[in-house]
């Protein structure tokens, strides 16, 4: 009886802790869990670097096709390929590089393939003979193509059997000794070697393990273009540290080997290959791969294929709210999304129409040295900070100019941390456990990334050149993106490399290229305003010809803005705080407007009638 008594009395005390607990702290035990995820992981990545053994992403697959060699490990247009037909195609493609092509340890080999499992097998075949791979985007046009290869060193090309663009530089590439090897049977051209025959007759054997071995998690694995703010697409550096923190994401999530992952995004971005592959190859898990995103093909490719999880960007949900509803809407198994990018009206339609799915969201750039996760799933936010995750990550939030286009500096010249709830540009301390690779090729580059005597004189910080805000529970929240790129149909668009190419044409003496927010969709939509040179007209024909050759799709201005005079900041720098601002509605804007026109292959005139078609959503864009 005295025994039963002290008992009840111990739950009832538990009890009220528990209650009291959850009160106080709602989230105590969702971020312990997370933290403790966190904590572990980096505690094992602490471990390769004292003894200088790295278990790189393709040494864990290495494992994963001996432990479970049967298991389906891509899934692709209806085609399963397991752990071990990845592995042994791998070694092929391994054995070819090696004796035909003559690639060594340490060289860097380009990679410009669309999604398709051979991506995945080529890609694996370099790591393995201990190169790196530059990934190259698949709609990047001729003169940021040669740029890249400049940024990485590659000598190397391998080109997938469906892409094209790489028809009108061939010549150049080869004037530059760039050797391309194309993965089709026959090539048009005949510049380009076909790697086919000699992958059939390769033996699977592995090549020796000394080749991939990595002694140091800095070194450099991948190169991943991003946009850049100063002109042309930047290489972002990989090292194995950042592609095995982006390999655990899935993990600290709650992913599981039973899990099947769809992912619709292309490879060639981090999202996909380092978050998407490397995370199913850390579970052992099976990924459904597809080769362009697909609005209408998306439920059912994940009602075929049992689909659980799937990555996403925030158009892409969008997209598919926006598709027409179907009583199958609910009739799926997927049970979590991870990306980035979604918006609180969408998160919340797409709840309605898809039913109750996680939505985890991840905040962090290729190269940047912070992640933020949203482990407790609020709608809205990116990640919730608390007093450990600080100890963890050094970032703060600071006050930033808008008309100036800088952080607001104090009498001192040092930059002032917002308070809770403002908005404020994020910056990410550069230290030993966070470090920041930067790009390949120029340092400049890199240190325009970075703000230096930020608090204190000497101390370093990343710029992420992201607006954000954190509320008083901690819940982190994107609100702008500042500086010189601008986001469109899930890329990032570098102004200056708009405005360098607008600027070749004859009848444009200046021009100032910006983003502005069009209601219904993520992002902005490029505008650029212009003036003319004396004595020459606007031709609508010819910037549309100029655009569609040299700039890819998303970058591709929507609107143009003629204006007489530039008005610039007090730094001389271009304004465009103004100029986003006033928007393109032509009866707001005394400037003459124009709008891109893809039926007329021009640049039309912008009427009320085409604003309002396009701001209730008629004309698409
Ligand atoms: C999906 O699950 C069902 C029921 O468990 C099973 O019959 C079917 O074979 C699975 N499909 C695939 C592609 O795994």
Redesign the pocket.
């Known amino acids: 009886m005295l025994c039963l008594g002290w008992f009840s009395a111990l739950a009832m005390a538990l009890f009220s802790l528990h209650f009291l607990q959850s009160l106080c702290f709602p989230y105590f035990w969702k971020d312990f869990v997370f933290l403790w995820s966190v904590v572990r992981y980096g505690v094992r990545l602490e471990l390769f670097k004292l003894t200088s053994r790295v278990c790189t992403v393709l040494d864990r697959f290495i494992q994963q096709a001996h432990r479970i060699p049967n298991k389906a490990f891509v899934?692709f247009e209806g085609r399963t390929f397991t752990y071990k037909d990845v592995e042994l195609r791998s070694n092929r493609l391994a054995n070819v590089f090696l004796h035909k092509l003559d690639v060594r340890k340490g060289d860097c080999v380009a990679l410009l393939m669309n999604n398709e499992p051979d991506f995945i097998c080529v890609w694996f075949a370099l790591a393995k003979l201990g190169c790196s791979v530059a990934f190259l985007n698949t709609n990047i046009k001729s003169r940021s193509l040669l740029h890249c290869f400049s940024c990485c060193g590659a000598k190397t090309m391998i080109v997938g059997a469906d892409v094209e663009c790489v028809d009108g530089i061939i010549s150049t590439l080869v004037e530059d000794n760039i050797q391309v090897w194309s993965m089709s049977g026959q090539c048009r051209n005949t510049q380009v070697h076909s790697l086919l025959a000699h992958v059939d007759a390769a033996s699977d054997k592995p090549v020796p393990a000394i080749l991939r071995a990595a002694t140091s998690l800095k070194t450099p694995t991948l190169y991943i273009f991003t946009s850049g703010t100063t002109g042309l697409p930047k290489a972002a550096v990989i090292t194995h540290l950042q592609s095995l923190k982006a390999s655990g994401g899935f993990w600290a999530f709650g992913v599981t080997h039973n899990d099947?992952v769809y992912i619709p995004l292309p490879l060639y971005h981090s999202a996909a290959s380092l978050v998407g592959i490397g995370g199913t190859i850390e579970l052992g898990a099976t990924c459904v791969l597809k080769k362009k995103f697909s609005a209408s093909q998306f439920w059912s490719d994940c009602r075929?294929?049992?689909v659980t999880v799937f990555q996403y960007i925030g158009e892409l949900c969008r997209y598919l709210c926006n598709q027409p509803k179907t009583e199958l809407d609910k009739v799926h198994?997927v049970r979590m999304g991870v990306g980035n990018g979604l918006r609180q009206d969408v998160w919340k339609e797409f709840h309605r129409r898809f039913g109750k799915i996680q939505m985890c969201e991840v905040y962090g750039s290729t190269e940047g040295n912070l992640c933020f996760m949203n482990h407790i799933g609020k709608i809205g936010t990116v990640g919730r900070s608390n007093f450990f995750y600080r100890l963890l990550f050094k970032y703060d939030l600071v006050k930033y100019d808008m008309k100036k286009d800088q952080p607001m500096k104090d009498q001192f010249g040092f930059c002032q941390r917002v308070k809770k709830g403002e908005t404020g540009l994020l910056l990410s301390k550069v230290s030993a456990l966070s470090p920041f690779f930067g790009y390949a090729g120029s340092k400049q580059l890199t240190e325009n990334k970075l703000i230096r005597n930020v608090f204190v004189k000497g101390d370093v910080y990343m710029n992420t050149g992201d607006l954000m805000a954190e509320d008083h529970e901690g819940f982190i929240s994107f609100k702008d993106r500042v500086g010189d790129t601008f986001r469109w149909k899930g890329e990032n668009v570098a102004t200056t490399e708009v405005a360098e190419t607008l600027g070749l044409l004859d009848f444009v003496q200046e021009v100032n290229v910006y983003g502005v927010a069009v209601p219904g969709h993520e992002g902005r939509a490029g505008m650029a305003a212009m003036i003319l040179r004396t004595g020459l007209t606007f031709d609508g024909n010819k910037l549309f010809k100029h655009v569609v050759t040299d700039l890819p799709t998303y970058a591709q201005p929507l609107f143009i803005r003629l204006q007489v005079v530039m008005e610039t900041t007090s730094t001389l720098k271009q304004q465009k705080f103004q100029l986003v601002e006033s928007g393109f509605n032509p009866s707001a804007i005394a400037d003459p407007l124009y709008v891109l026109d893809y039926q007329q292959n021009s640049y039309v005139p912008l009427t009320d009638r085409i604003y309002q078609s396009i701001v209730c959503g008629e004309r698409k864009l």
Request: no cysteine; net charge positive.
């Open positions: 899934i099947v075929k294929n049992n198994r």
